[in-house]
């Protein structure tokens, strides 16, 4: 059975870090270019971060480009996040996703190229 376990969220204060873990079981990971997306109660989803099959190539949202790293482990079927500077926000819930196969990495944010992606993990910046 294809899944996604998220990991790693949690308080954390404003300026601080963490870092979230994504391991994929039931499939080989480095298939799907995978992304990372958030959402907070009654918003819409946000793209967050994508990473293709071989990390290689990476794309950040606009709100977290300088601050969060994507990276990837095939050889643990694992994908991170690496957030760094958190600003104050509400939880949210943080989940990865695979990307439909062939789908344009630069489109990946787009509601069309998840396929499969985990329960999350929730996330709350607050002093």
């Known amino acids: 059975q294809l899944q996604f376990v998220e990991s790693g969220g949690g308080l954390v204060q404003p300026g601080g870090s963490l870092r979230l873990s994504c391991v994929a079981s039931?499939?080989?990971?480095?298939?799907?270019?995978i992304g990372w997306f958030r959402q907070a109660p009654g918003k819409e989803r946000e793209g967050v971060s994508c990473i293709s099959r071989t990390g290689t190539n990476t794309k950040y949202g606009d709100s977290v480009k300088g601050r969060f790293t994507i990276s990837r482990d095939n050889a643990k079927n694992t994908v991170y996040l690496h957030m760094n500077g958190l600003q104050p926000a509400p939880t949210r819930r943080y989940f990865c996703a695979a990307i439909r196969p062939l789908y344009p990495g630069a489109y990946c944010f787009s509601a069309s190229a998840l396929t499969y992606w985990g329960k999350g993990t929730l996330v709350t910046v607050s002093s």
């Open positions: 039931g499939f080989i990971l480095d298939s799907y270019t």
